[in-house]
């Protein structure tokens, strides 16, 4: 692999992201609603004389589940098959480069400029709780800015992994959005029916629960901020008493395997099936 | 010879000379005395505190209920009492100290004159009375206006002595024995100045004094002064590792019951047992060590005091109780001591009316399991801990003892900060217990009040801020429970809960059913997980009172403004019902799928579960508390972790506006020296200037020397390599190459090969394969059989078949924000080719002064040069070139066919797709004629012509929402209709040219332009080029 060539087209990537709409805009998105929740809900905590970022961390972790993936998705949705749809990727991949050289290029230009889009979301809240009086749980925070990030990048490889097969940004988008409402909606929803109608046991819902990256974020920075899962009921606590030490490596290392194999699969699939 | 002296001026003083003396001794002993006693004593008495509330008044300081005073004065706006009087307090032992040091001297000094040294022991007294008054009138008078309850008390001067009324308190002011002790001193000291008045005039000279009376004078008053002075500072036994006492057993073996043996530093072996009442006062940090065996250090006698020690070591035994501290007496004072590694810390066994104030505890390192209780208490009454600081131990646990203060404590990573069982009568105040697995747990006991308290982060198994089992009569007030996994926990308890708050908790309050006769009044319940969880109950619970509680998620509104909600407040979250009945679903806690279910249970009232309780005047405001945060965070490193994470963006967002711009800034080429013109010829950029410069060359592999100008590549790698190889006569060969799109074969067995320096044309109507062959050459599409560039396979991963290729498109795809130069630049960093080299290209392309310009506002023509441009950067031996004209009008259709003869001229090698036979006669040495993917015929244009023959050919530029339509009209008239990015391509035989036109028209479809290619204007296009050549 030529990483001359991956660094040139991460760069570019990064330069195009700036006229992207959909990066402007989720990077205004995001960092307002961070800098307007946490303005907010510090603000009412100071009238009543306490303070602690136990509900801006949730506030933020709501925020995160929510945004993170949409942007991850959208963005990796639109960069293949946009640039198919546009012809740019033709006249790319006419260069002496290799398709994996330009995925993974365009991959760490666009989860670079990601990371800046969450960076200015958690960069404007730790200046606003600077700004107030500080707090305590700076690890916290910075181990819920992890991963956050973590979650980004698992995001955009699976929109990536759209964006591959579809051949269509529009598509590509839709598919995005489908992706996203199950993640965020329909697979908690569907287990919490059957957890409801079956019984499932504590255990089984957690292990079907970590299939979803985002529910898989949560508990790793539910861990993070509050140094144990008893919050997530018996569920959390059969993780905490299965995996122990472990807990953390594990929740990171699955968030990682979203990350990794999506776009893996994105490689692969632009090798054997054509990429332009 | 007998000398006697008239003017003899060194006298024994009378008797009552010798009277004012001692009364002046005593004098001053008692003043030097007194700051050892209570000056001042003032009650407050009041319904609510039976037993009052009392402060003791001390010159140099005030001791007592001073914190719960404080509380009270906090609601009228009195200032804090520890804020009186700062100056006479520091100062207050240093003074007294001189008046009884003024006294002393006068007592030696026989004159009038002494008077005046004691004057200040007789106004100390009094001026001490006016101060306090002067200070009492001044807290009265200056109360803050903005106090909770400051219009329900006016200013007020409370009398220093005697009777007076606060509200609903009535207080009593008296002398102590401290300032009782002053007032004496200062009477003897008027009698001793009376007698020093009334003195005889005539003096006793000392000669005629007998030696006894001297002698006696001096034997009675210095010991009265060395005893009183004893009692003031005490006659303390020494031990130090260098002294004559060596250890401590031995000092309390030699002491009185009584006496003070102060340790001075050194490190001593435990056991010890005390079993006489002395004063242990530890200096420099003395160390006791138990080694790890049994209790380090115990009290068996009433009134010990143990403080300033390092006690440390104890063994490790649970069923043992192994302490640092074990008091089986009375009445005992631990205060100031620090306890390390140690199993439990201080244990009061039976050992009622102690106080254990100001130690610092901490455990063995231990797992929480192993830990013992760092303060415990069995069967003692009366009882104060205070100002304690516990860390990483298990419990501070109480058990079965009365009357207890339990005030001004710091606890954090232990089990249960606070632990009440089968206690009485308690006052929990000011307490702050954090990041345990609980903070408070009270349990079995009655008459508990908890005020005052802030409880944080205890977030353990159980993880209550405040929890109650089985109480009776609890009072719990002012307190702030915040970040608990469960604020308050009340199980089969009975008590008021009061202007608490409780915030940002997972569950502010889980109550269950069988906690009945609770009040809950003007708490704030704010921006917890689950406000109120009542556990085990399905229906509506009414056992319990709810009132004026503010609650953060109350949806209702206050139309008239008197601060309480119009409408109820009724929690109803479905999640957190459905929740209590399976406790597996909290795992989706914080998710936005609970959000979404509790949503469309308050839009779908059928989904709404039923109330619990009601709370039917919320408060539309929390509650302010009064208190303090216990720790203030620093501000400074969340200023550096936002000024990081704002970094990258602004890194991210600063670089791409300030994108590096090409060092040749005129558009023109202005300002390109010769050398770099040299230079560019040099390396053998082929453009239309440098083919007139140089002629045709017939050898690409001599003038393209190095086409990746002057970014060096790698040498060792197979590019290196390929550039400098030399170039085989074959520059493409194709064998059996075939594509299919599922069922469709777009390319079937095709071979042939192309010759270094020959033009072949790809012909062939649309779909014939023409752009897929071209695809699978550059390696965009997965193919069966083979294909290579001067000896590399064609592939996906085939990069060194691609240095050796340039490509052209139909019409070259950018981002249409990117300017012409940013464009240039990135394709020539990616063909290593010095980007100041591209731009000198644009120059000679004549595209430099459009290289600010968007490529999307480019014309066609520019766009196609453009495309040459990047086709060229690197100078390869061999373009592909996808009907790269069909977007082009006439004249630029033609001037790009003149770029690319002179292209051919210069020894490129061409493998091109067009419709057009103008092109194909001019440009073509030979052609492969295509027919749905197989090859049917091949050879010079002439020999094939047949093939080439077609009618003319009609392009229509139509908008592009007219194209189906259009298309649709043609294919229903007969025409043969194709359709490539912007034009209708249609085969028009003689004699129906204009009819698609004609049809078009009729069919009301607006044309924009179009243009007629047939045979005729390929002979035209040769006779141009033979005038123009």
């Known amino acids: 692999m030529d990483l001359t060539a991956v660094w040139l087209i991460m760069i570019k990537e990064i330069r195009d992201a700036r006229r992207n709409r959909w990066f402007v805009l989720f990077t205004i998105v995001f960092a307002g609603l ?51 749809e546009q012809g740019t990727l033709v006249t790319l ?121 985002t529910q898989t974020f949560k508990i790793a920075s539910v861990v993070d901020l509050q140094g144990n899962l008893e919050t997530l009921g018996p569920g959390g606590l059969y993780a905490t008493d299965v995996l122990g030490d472990a807990l953390r490596p594990v929740l990171l290392g699955l968030l990682g395997l979203w990350a990794v194999v999506p776009l893996g699969l994105a490689a692969v699939c632009s090798r054997f099936r054509g990429f332009a | 010879m007998k000398t006697s002296s008239p003017e003899v001026t060194r006298c024994w003083p009378s008797w009552s000379g010798v009277a004012a003396s001692l009364l002046l001794i005593a004098a001053a002993s008692g003043i030097a005395v007194s700051p050892r006693f209570v000056y001042w004593d003032f009650q407050l008495r009041a319904p609510q505190y039976p037993k009052g509330l009392r402060l003791s008044g ?43 040091a003024l006294t002393l001297i006068a007592a030696f000094w026989p004159s009038r004159a002494s008077i005046v040294l004691l004057l200040p022991a007789i106004l100390f007294p009094a001026a001490f009375l006016i101060d306090l008054q002067g200070w009492l009138r001044y807290y009265g008078l200056s109360l803050d206006p903005r106090a909770p309850l400051s219009s329900s008390v006016k200013p007020f001067v409370p009398p220093a002595l005697g009777d007076g009324k606060i509200g609903n308190f009535r207080t009593f002011g008296a002398i102590g024995p401290g300032l009782g002790l002053a007032m004496a001193s200062s009477g003897a000291a008027i009698v001793a100045a009376g007698l020093r008045w009334r003195r ?42 260098t002294g004559p006492i060596r250890t401590i057993e031995d000092a309390i073996a030699r002491a009185d019951a009584g006496d003070t043996i102060v340790v001075d530093g050194g490190r001593y072996s435990g056991p010890l047992l005390i079993e006489k009442s002395v004063r242990l006062v530890g200096r420099n940090a003395p160390v006791i060590d138990g080694e790890g065996n049994g209790t380090v250090v115990t009290i068996a006698a009433p009134d010990v005091r143990l403080s300033g020690f390092v006690i440390r070591g104890s063994g490790d035994v649970l069923g043992r109780e192994d302490s640092g501290l074990l008091v089986r007496a009375p009445r005992a004072v631990v205060e100031k001591n620090a306890f390390e590694d140690v199993l439990f810390g201080v244990t009061l066994q039976r050992a009622p009316e102690t106080v254990v104030r100001d130690n610092d505890l901490q455990s063995k390192p231990l797992d929480l399991a192993r830990r013992g209780d760092l303060i415990r208490v069995w069967y003692s009454d009366d009882v104060t801990l205070e100002s304690n600081r516990i860390r990483d131990g298990r419990d501070m646990v109480l058990w079965f003892s009365k009357r207890l203060t339990v005030r001004a404590n710091r606890a954090h990573g232990g089990r249960y900060g606070l632990h009440f069982m089968y ?42 801020g405040i929890g109650l089992k089985d109480m009776d009569a609890a009072q719990i007030a002012d307190n702030v429970v915040l970040g608990n996994r469960i604020g308050v926990f009340v199980e089969n308890s009975r008590g008021t809960f009061e202007r608490n708050i409780v915030a940002h908790n997972e569950v502010g309050l889980t109550i269950l059913p069988s906690a009945r006769g609770n009040r809950f009044e003007r708490n704030s319940f704010v921006e917890n997980g689950e406000q109120v969880a009542i556990v085990g109950a399905s229906g509506r619970m009414t056992t319990n009172a709810w009132q004026g509680n503010y609650w953060s998620d109350y949806r209702g509104y206050d139309v008239d403004g008197d601060g309480q909600g119009d409408q109820a407040y009724e929690p109803s979250r479905l999640f957190e019902r459905l929740a209590d009945r399976n406790a597996a679903l909290r795992l989706f806690r914080e998710n936005p799928s609970v959000a979404a279910i509790d949503f469309a249970s308050r839009v779908f009232p059928v989904f709404k579960p039923k109330p619990t309780f009601t709370d039917a005047a919320p408060r539309m405001t929390p509650v302010a508390s009064s208190l303090e945060p216990p720790r203030r965070a620093a501000r400074l490193p969340w200023l550096v972790v936002a000024a990081g994470m704002l970094c990258w963006p602004t890194v991210v967002l600063v670089g791409s506006l300030v994108a590096p711009r090409s060092r040749t800034s005129s558009p023109s080429g202005a300002g390109t020296s010769d050398i770099e013109r040299e230079e560019t010829s040099r390396h053998g950029i082929v453009s239309e200037k440098a083919i007139r410069a140089n002629g045709p060359r017939g050898d690409s592999t001599s003038t393209a020397s190095d086409p990746r100008g002057a970014i060096a590549e790698p040498t060792g790698r197979p590019d290196a390599a390929n550039a400098t190889r030399p170039l085989s006569d074959t520059a493409l060969r194709v064998d059996g190459l075939t594509k299919r799109f599922r069922r469709v074969t777009a390319v079937d067995d095709l071979s042939f090969e192309v010759r270094r320096g020959e033009a072949v044309v790809l012909w062939g109507v649309n779909g014939a394969g023409k752009t897929t062959v071209l695809r699978c050459l550059l390696g965009l599409l997965p193919h069966q059989g083979s294909a290579t560039v001067f000896g590399h396979r064609c592939r996906a991963g085939g ?118 036979v103008s092109e194909v006669r001019r440009l073509a040495d030979r052609v492969i004629v295509l027919e749905r993917g197989r090859k049917i015929a091949e050879g010079a244009p002439d020999a094939i012509a047949h093939h080439l023959r077609r009618p003319g050919l009609l392009a229509l530029t139509l908008a592009a929402e007219h194209g189906v339509a259009a298309t649709a009209i043609l294919v229903e008239a007969g025409f043969r209709v194709e359709t ?13 040219r204009a009819e698609p036109i004609r049809l078009l028209a009729e069919h009301q479809v607006p044309i924009e332009d179009f243009e007629l290619d047939d045979e005729r204007h390929a002979d035209t296009d040769r006779f141009n080029e033979r005038e123009g050549s």
């Open chain 2, 799 to 916: 990069r060194a078949a691609r240095r050796m290729l340039g490509y052209v498109p139909q019409e070259v795809r950018l981002h249409v924000d990117q300017t012409v130069a940013e464009a240039v630049r990135f394709y020539a960093r990616l063909r290593r080719v010095d980007p100041n080299h591209a731009m000198r290209l644009l120059d000679e392309w004549e595209l430099g002064d459009a290289r600010n310009r968007a490529v999307g506002h480019l014309s066609g023509g520019m766009k196609q040069k453009l495309a040459l441009v990047l086709a060229l950067l690197a100078d390869p031996p061999m373009l592909l070139l996808d009907e790269p004209t069909s977007n082009l009008d006439a004249h630029a259709r033609h001037e790009f066919a003149r770029l690319l003869q002179r292209l051919k001229q210069a020894g490129k090698t061409l493998l091109f797709c067009s419709h057009r």
């Open chain 2, 423 to 464: 206690c009485q009568d308690a006052r929990v105040e000011s307490n702050h217990l954090w990041d345990n697995s609980v903070g408070a747990f009270l349990m079995y006991s009655r008459h508990v009040a908890m005020t005052g308290n802030w409880l944080e982060r205890n977030r353990g198994a159980s993880g209550h």
């Open chain 1, 34 to 84: 961070a800098l307007g929740l946490s303005a907010l809900g510090l603000a009412g905590l100071g009238s009543i004389g306490i303070a602690g970022f136990g509900r801006t961390s949730a506030s933020l972790l709501n925020l995160v589940m929510l945004i993170v993936p949409l942007i991850g998705l959208i963005m990796g949705a639109v960069s293949v098959a946009g640039e198919r």
């Open chain 2, 58 to 100: 001390y010159p140099d300081r005030i001791e007592g209920d001073v914190r719960e005073i404080d509380l009270l004065n906090h609601y009228i706006g009195m200032k804090p009492l520890g804020g009186a009087a700062p100056f006479e307090r520091r100062v207050a032992k240093p003074a007294i100290g001189l008046v009884a």
């Open chain 1, 93 to 213: 991949l006419a260069q002496p480069v290799v398709p994996e050289e330009v995925l993974i290029g365009k991959y760490l230009g666009l989860a670079s400029a990601l990371m800046g889009t969450l960076l200015a979301g958690f960069g404007a809240t730790a200046a606003v709780i600077a700004g107030y009086r500080g707090m305590e749980q700076l690890g916290g925070f910075l181990g819920l800015a992890a991963h956050t990030a973590v979650l980004g990048l698992a995001y955009l490889s699976i929109g990536f992994c759209i964006s591959v097969f579809c051949r269509r940004s529009a598509t590509a988008v839709g598919l995005a959005l489908f992706v996203w409402l199950i993640f965020a909606f329909f697979s908690d929803l569907g287990l919490i029916g059957t957890a409801v109608a079956m019984r499932l046991s504590p255990r089984d819902l957690l292990w079907l629960s970590l299939a979803n990256p």
């Open chain 2, 200 to 241: 005889r005039r005539r003096a006793v000279p000392i000669a005629a004094v007998p030696a006894t009376r001297a002698v006696a004078t001096v034997g009675m008053t210095v010991p009265f002064f060395l005893a009183s002075a004893g009692a003031a500072l005490g006659a303390p036994w020494t031990v130090s590792p």
């Open chain 2, 980 to 992: 490539n990015a912007t034009h209708l391509l249609v085969d028009v035989p003689a004699g129906r």
